[in-house]
């Protein structure tokens, strides 16, 4: 049985893609330094973003990503200063990372991570332990 030419252009067509792209990732990734446990106001740690826009594309040099901390405090890698809140552009992997310093509260901690430009949000969440009861 042969098959016309624009039946088997048509199949292909309609399997369009292949299944071993991974999808594109859209909107905020926390790819370190997220929920770990620790004892309060124990050392630093790195939190690093990388932002994607609604089509997966990495956001241009210079989008804002701000970091807000709750029973934290953050900072920017070239900076001592701790805040409760940093303002940094990305680079150009599309990505943003700031320090992070555990409140001095046993409990939780976060950092709510926007990008206001393209009204995306994410939260890296943390866990504070009293002196020696981290598990």
Avoid: W, Y
Wanted: glycine share 10%.
């Amino acid at each position: 049985m042969r098959f016309p030419h624009s039946l088997l252009l048509l199949f292909v067509a309609a399997c369009g893609g292949d299944s071993l792209t991974p999808p594109l990732e859209r909107g905020i990734r926390i790819l370190q330094g997220a929920g770990f446990a620790d004892t309060a106001a124990a050392g630093m740690s790195q939190l690093i973003v990388e932002v994607h826009d609604t089509r997966g594309a990495r956001v241009p040099v210079g989008t804002i990503v701000r970091f807000t901390a709750t029973n934290a405090l953050v900072s920017q890698l070239d900076d001592n200063r701790l805040s409760s809140f940093v303002e940094k552009g990305v680079d150009a992997s599309g990505r943003a990372s700031v320090l992070v310093r555990l409140g001095s509260v046993a409990g939780s901690a976060m950092i709510t991570i926007t990008v206001p430009t393209l009204a995306l949000a994410d939260t890296a969440k943390f866990t504070i332990c009293q002196a020696g009861l981290c598990s």
